[in-house]
């Protein structure tokens, strides 16, 4: 069975002209620099359906990159959705080629299972370099039905069972699936969704009671939700302090973290080993969610004009206002910043693997399978 592609097309605003002239009088060493021209069109693979957090964010992203790059290619959005996005990412690290025209979008569903060496995963993240990477934040949400306000909320669903739509046990929605445990709520997964968008579809159906979506998503599909009195919003996952704290988003600021409810609750720390396992997978899944990478073999100048111009994007007033009216107000963090902030996200110790591992299958009967 072939996942189902959806391509968009992003026009140039402009074509290069290479001036054959000019370039037969450069110096060797600059010749060789100028033959690494970014290509005509870039290829982005998105390993997620379409109208989820990454779609979202990757479209966002792809408008501003096509305009920062100086020959302002021709940017292809190409949406490989299955396996919780590991089918896509597979394909991409097998098949990729490192001439710079193609590039993966990935998210926590694509990090997760890495970490947890899921034996599906076919793909390695020190394979490829990052060109930029984006925190994000996220909102839980509810039916009206269960109460207008957070306590009401958690009074309700620790006594009323509801489902709660996921796509796999260890992608982006775990640490979410995670937060409901540790709060006792009776929140019951219902996993096999494609994307965090037929997730959502699933809850404005009334099939599910409660909901997550990144901030991109909330922002585009919920808030009018919300602004129809369909949707409640229950807590934020908060974002990460230069001290490694879990605080309020500031794209939320009234909403409580899920940290706020959980360490409120008596008896309960930040050394609580549930609660680290938490802090962990935010830290690697939200704290630095999304990310654009190319293969570590592409040619260094074209890594070196991807990233220079990544890096005029928050410099921009322009796109710092866009990227907070539809990405939230997060930084971005590029080049080699964000590969050493990847490579320490990426590591899981043993024992917290294995915790992860066994608290869902005793708590869920899920079997979740490592190499």
């Known amino acids: 069975m072939h996942a189902k592609r959806t391509q968009t097309f992003f026009p140039r605003v402009g074509r290069r002209c290479v001036l054959a002239l000019a370039a037969a009088l450069l110096p060797l060493g600059a010749q060789a620099a100028e033959s690494a021209t970014v290509p005509d069109t870039l ?77 599906r995963v076919r793909y390695d993240y020190a394979k490829w370099t990052p060109i930029i990477a984006a925190p994000t934040g996220g909102v839980v949400y509810a ?23 996921m796509q796999t046990p260890t992608g982006l929605e775990m640490p979410v699936l995670l937060a409901f445990d540790l709060l006792g709520l009776k929140v019951e997964p219902v996993f096999g969704m494609r994307s965090r968008g037929e997730g959502r579809l699933a809850f404005e159906r009334g099939e599910a009671g409660v909901d997550f979506q990144t901030t991109s998503a909330y922002f585009s ?27 309020r988003d500031p794209a939320f600021p009234d909403l409580p973290t899920f940290s706020e409810l959980y360490l409120a609750q008596p008896g309960h720390s930040r050394d609580d080993t549930a609660y680290q396992v938490f802090h962990k997978f935010f830290a690697s ?87």
């Open 43 to 119: 290829e982005w693979t998105v390993p997620f359906g379409v109208g989820g957090g990454t779609d979202v964010w990757a479209r966002f992203m792809s408008h501003w990159m096509g305009e920062a790059l100086p020959s302002h290619p021709t940017i292809v959005i190409d949406n490989v959705p299955g396996g919780g996005s590991i089918t896509g990412t597979n394909l991409f690290y097998a098949r990729a080629d490192d001439d710079g025209s193609q590039m993966l979008v990935t998210s926590a569903s694509t990090q997760f299972p890495a970490m947890l060496d899921d034996p």
């Open 143 to 165: 039916q009206p039905g269960y109460g207008k306000d957070t306590d009401t909320i958690l009074a309700a669903l620790r006594e009323s069972p509801t489902k709660f739509a």
């Open 221 to 247: 599909n919920v808030a009018p939700l919300v602004e129809a009195g369909k949707a409640v919003p229950l807590f934020s996952l908060g974002v990460m302090n230069a001290d490694n704290v879990i605080e």
């Open 285 to 371: 899944g939200y704290a630095l969610q999304k990310l654009l990478l190319v293969p570590k073999d592409t040619p260094p100048a074209l890594i070196k004009a991807y990233r220079q111009a990544a890096a005029t994007l928050p410099k921009r007033e322009d796109f710092l206002t866009a990227a907070r009216n539809q990405v939230g107000p997060y930084t971005p963090v590029v080049g080699e910043v964000a590969a050493k902030q990847l490579e320490s996200a990426m590591q899981l110790s043993d024992a917290r693997r294995q915790w992860v591992i066994d608290w869902l299958k005793s708590r869920y009967g899920v079997r979740v399978a490592t190499r």
